[in-house]
């Protein structure tokens, strides 16, 4: 029998190792690596259901010019000459690339040299821009290098763990997991810092709700009161860092206990509760993600956050970290090789010995000798008509920036867009001149560096479908043909990687942590068989720091004002992610199983807000901003704070007519950093009246436009499920319905429209429409796609002895839903989320709907007392 292939997980930072079997052309089982150091076996809901994305739904499969499938020879030399012409005619600046943190570390390398090196010009901005770069900002301010002082080990080892501003149990689950190992076996502290009440919340030791962008206050008071307890550690201070003129002072005004809990909006004896356990334990890891970095003071916030762990010298030991965790697989290994317009190569800036050492070891003719443009900056300068020929690779950021309005407008306006992709149509591809087919997933082949700067092997158990090719091949066969043939001469992954590895050690006498000499040599064989490792062991255990006198600094950090709510624009707008959902759910949304925890895009609000506005659970509801509206599902929340609703980043124009978080965020970005302040945009609500809601399901993957107000689609077993509503006469939906056998049931009194397609005795598709009534199962129905002889008894959309609708799907391992979940609770007087497991499974594989059913056995709980008083 075949042996399963060991790869690492496409989505996000933690990096889990996989084994994966093929079971066919495109098919294959999935299971966790056991022998990999992030995960140890383990996988999260996304992980687990990769198998049901490598299918070819939406491939893109052949290079297109336009709408017209073109060879590679042809797409390749139209790039590289659209290119060439506009660099001799404009200058090297006149030409983008923007790329991500979801490349590997060998595609990426060659496209940072392409542009910094051949081309001449720095403006290669990536996605990690959005995601990481107030991080890096904060680490080089602070260590002097880009260095993350954490390993997923120290987790194992921390008494005290923070979480700020992360929802770690929905976006990085099997460091959740981890956490909540171990708390299990050393009875090590949690607490979460974040405006929400999230499932990473659920079982905390302490929730801290803080006012948003209030995180400076917070670390500075907590950094005050460390100081006033005698808790900082002068011999630390004293041998291994530096403090900025001023530093004390500012630190002992304004920052005691009652001003912090104040400005945090959070109940002083909270607070102090907090303060108090953190003062107490040394080995504390503070985690951090885009709570933090998505502001537009994320790179104070960071160092707000490093301050105190320099000032209590909880860095350098086992347990005690700042630890800022990346979101995407790769967002290191981006790092790793300078992709972003603020970084050279290989952990090096543009000093001018750095440009010079750079340019020597690539052979380079024109080398960036100062920084190209950030995103946000890099979008406006192709709006503005400054940049005439753009590449986008892997990513979408007609979605996935802020103000995407604009953005979509400066790709249309853009003479000259290449996007590569693997799927044909993208809310960013529509706008292309020429779409490149990459190899995916499953595919590609090279390196990935995660959070804890493990790097590990990708490997393909797939051949490449179409003609798709991989990213490091399509850039430098357009190197090639832009005129530098020998640069770009390499014929499979590890040349590049031992090109980078030896790029690290380049003149390296220590001066950069970042050394993979020991990778520069090695062979094809020894990368094809390529153990996870870690590099950089334990940063800074001697303390010392890359910075020119060995000292780290503590930054000086100043809460800026905190906005009062404007007149028109009185709520706040954060955004995030779901559990089951992958950005902008090109791949997760091909997984019907992931697609029923979360069917539409929500826009959650605390129910006294909702009173106020006159907006119920479930009404429609738009959201409206300085940049632009789009309209959501409501979802009434206690999780919320007054004032602050929540949208979710994943929906597109390919899925949906409504749910385009990106149109909303300002363009607002971090001084040192660039990156946007997703998490905090002034807003307002209102509710959207309709006459009447619906769905449809239909077979097969075929994307239909509705012809309605409302139409969100997901995958379901054989078709998709649209939820539709609208105002007007719904009977021009039945225009979408597939041909063949009508049997229709239409009740003009009650407003319902029941509609089935049935074709060879398969069901084709339904409609059901109602305007005052309930709707019924969808479940049944979608089952009915799979079901031979169906008639006209399908209107009646429930078969004999049929179970009432399963709800949201809490656990997607085994396809349990939230009404079958409460139900099993309530009946068999279930006390804990082990006792779920045992009685209907749930939660018992991957894990990741533990913190929900936590959650539901509280809220069954306090209803049945509610009930029982
Ligand atoms: N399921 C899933 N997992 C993912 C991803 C995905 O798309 N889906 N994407 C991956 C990527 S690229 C990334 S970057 C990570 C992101 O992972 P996270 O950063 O954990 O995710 P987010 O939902 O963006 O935001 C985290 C939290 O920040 C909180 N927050 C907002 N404002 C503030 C504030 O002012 N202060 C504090 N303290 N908190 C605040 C929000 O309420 C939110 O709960 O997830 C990765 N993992
Ligand atoms: N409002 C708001 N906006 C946000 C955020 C937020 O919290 N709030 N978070 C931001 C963050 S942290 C991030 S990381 C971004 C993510 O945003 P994006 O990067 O725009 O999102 P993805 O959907 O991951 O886009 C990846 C694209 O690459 C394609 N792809 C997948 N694999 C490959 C491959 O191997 N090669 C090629 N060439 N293409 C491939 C996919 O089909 C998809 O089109 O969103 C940012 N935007
Ligand atoms: S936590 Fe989940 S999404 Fe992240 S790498 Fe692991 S399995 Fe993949
Ligand atoms: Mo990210």
Redesign the pocket.
């Known amino acids: 029998m075949a042996e399963p292939i060991r790869t690492t997980c496409a ?4 990096g889990c190792g996989i084994s994966a079997m093929p079971t066919g052309p495109r098919s294959v089982v999935i299971n966790g690596d056991a022998a990999h150091p992030a995960n140890a076996g383990r996988l ?3 992980g687990t259901h990769l198998g049901e994305t490598v299918g070819l739904t939406g491939r893109l499969l052949h290079p297109m010019v336009g709408s017209r499938r073109a060879s590679w020879d042809k797409a390749l030399d139209l790039v590289a000459k659209k290119f060439r012409e506009t660099i001799a005619r404009h200058g090297p600046d006149s030409v983008a690339f923007y790329v991500s ?1 979801q490349l590997l570390t060998e595609d990426y390398y060659v496209a940072n040299k392409l542009m910094k090196g051949f081309i001449g010009s720095a403006n290669i901005d990536t ?1 990690s821009r ?3 770069s107030s991080a890096v900002a904060g680490h080089n301010r602070a260590f002097g290098e880009d260095i993350v002082p954490a390993s997923y080990d120290d987790l194992d080892e921390a008494d005290l763990i923070v979480l ?5 149990a ?4 099997i460091v959740y997991q981890r956490i909540q190992a171990a708390r299990a076996a050393r009875g090590a502290k949690l607490v979460v ?4 009440r ?1 499932e ?1 919340c659920e079982d905390a030791d302490l929730h ?1 709700a ?6 400076v206050a ?1 670390m500075n008071g907590l950094l005050a009161w460390c100081v006033a307890e005698g808790m900082t550690d002068p011999a630390f201070l004293g041998d291994s860092v530096t403090a900025p003129d001023g530093f004390w002072d500012h630190i002992g005004t304004g920052h005691d206990l009652w001003t912090t809990a104040k400005t945090c909006d959070i109940a002083p004896a909270l607070l102090e509760q907090f303060f108090r356990l953190f003062a107490a334990t040394p080995r504390t890891v503070t985690l ?8 537009i003071r994320g790179t104070d ?1 960071v160092n707000a956050i490093i301050n105190v762990h320099l000032a209590t010298g909880r860095i350098g030991k086992p347990g005690a970290a700042p630890f800022s ?4 697989p790769n ?1 290191m290994g981006g790092r790793e090789v300078g992709g972003l317009a603020s970084t050279l190569a290989a952990h090096m800036d543009f000093a001018a010995d750095n440009v010079a050492r750079v340019g020597r070891f690539w052979a380079a003719p024109t080398m960036a000798t100062k920084p190209g443009l950030k995103a946000v900056d890099l979008f406006r300068a192709i709006g503005e008509g400054r940049i005439k020929a753009l590449w986008v690779m892997a990513t979408n950021p007609a979605v996935s920036l802020p103000d995407a309005g604009r953005v979509r407008e400066a790709l249309e306006t853009c003479p000259f867009v290449v996007v590569s992709d693997i799927i044909a149509d993208t809310d960013t591809s529509v706008h292309a001149d020429v779409r490149l087919p990459a190899a995916g997933w499953g595919e590609k082949d090279g390196t990935v560096t995660n959070s804890d700067r493990t790097i590990s092997r990708q490997r393909p158990f797939l051949t490449l479908p179409g003609e798709a090719q991989p990213d490091w091949w399509i850039v430098t066969q357009v190197a090639r043909r832009m005129g530098w043939r020998n640069a770009f001469a390499y014929d499979r992954p590890a040349d590049i990687w031992r090109e980078h590895a030896r790029l690290t050690a380049y003149q390296n006498d220590g001066a950069r942590l970042l050394n993979l000499r020991a990778w520069a040599t090695i062979g094809n064989d020894a990368y094809d068989a390529m153990e996870p490792f870690r590099w950089g062991d334990t940063p800074f255990a001697d303390g010392r720091f890359p910075t020119p006198d060995g000292k780290a600094r503590l930054v000086l950090t100043k809460q800026m004002e905190v906005q009062a709510p404007l007149k028109d624009w009185p709520m706040t707008l ?10 902008t759910m090109t791949r ?1 949304g091909l997984a019907p199983k992931l697609a029923r925890h979360r069917e539409e895009p929500l826009v959650e609000i605390h129910p006294r807000d909702a009173q106020a506005l006159g907006i119920g659970d479930r009404d429609l509801a738009q959201v409206q901003t300085a940049q632009g509206s789009s309209l959501f599902r409501v979802m009434l929340s206690q999780g919320q704070r007054v004032g602050e609703i ?1 949208t979710p ?2 929906w597109t124009d390919q899925v949906s007519s409504g749910g385009r978080t990106g149109l909303l965020p300002r363009p607002l970005v971090d001084p040192h950093s660039g990156q946007p302040g ?3 945009t002034p807003a307002s609500v209102e509710r959207v009246a309709t006459e009447w809601k619906g769905f449809l399901i239909l077979r097969g993957q075929e994307p239909v436009k509705l012809p309605c107000l409302w139409s969100t689609k997901i995958s379901v077993p054989g078709g998709a499920l649209y939820e539709v509503a609208g105002n007007g006469d719904a009977a021009r939906l039945e225009a979408c319905l597939p041909k063949g056998e009508r049997v229709e049931a239409i009740d003009q009194t009650r407003g319902t429209r029941r509609v089935a397609i049935i074709r060879e005795g398969k069901l084709a598709g339904v409609l059901f429409i109602t305007r005052t009534g309930l709707l019924p199962s969808r479940d049944w129905l979608i089952g009915q796609l799979s079901v031979e002889g169906v008639g006209a008894s399908v209107l009646a959309a429930r078969g004999p002895g049929s179970q009432p609708d399963k709800g949201a799907t809490i656990c997607v391992c085994f396809d349990i839903g939230l009404n079958q979940i409460v139900a099993a609770i309530r009946e068999q007087q279930l006390l804990d989320v082990p006792a779920i497991g045992k009685a209907i499974g749930a939660g018992t594989n991957c894990g990741s709907c533990r913190p929900a059913l936590a959650n539901l056995l509280k809220e069954t709980r306090q209803e049945t007392l509610h009930a029982a008083e």
């Open positions: 989505y996000c930072g933690v999260c809901s996304k943190g996605n959005l995601c990481m700020v501003g992360s929802n770690t929905w976006c990085h689950p810092i974040d405006p929400r999230t990473t801290l803080v006012k948003p962008g209030a995180d917070l951090f993600s885009q709570g933090i970095n998505q502001s916030q965790i990346t979101g995407q967002a954060n955004t995030g992610r779901y559990r089951d959902q992958w950005h997760t929540f980043i994943h997703f998490k905090s």
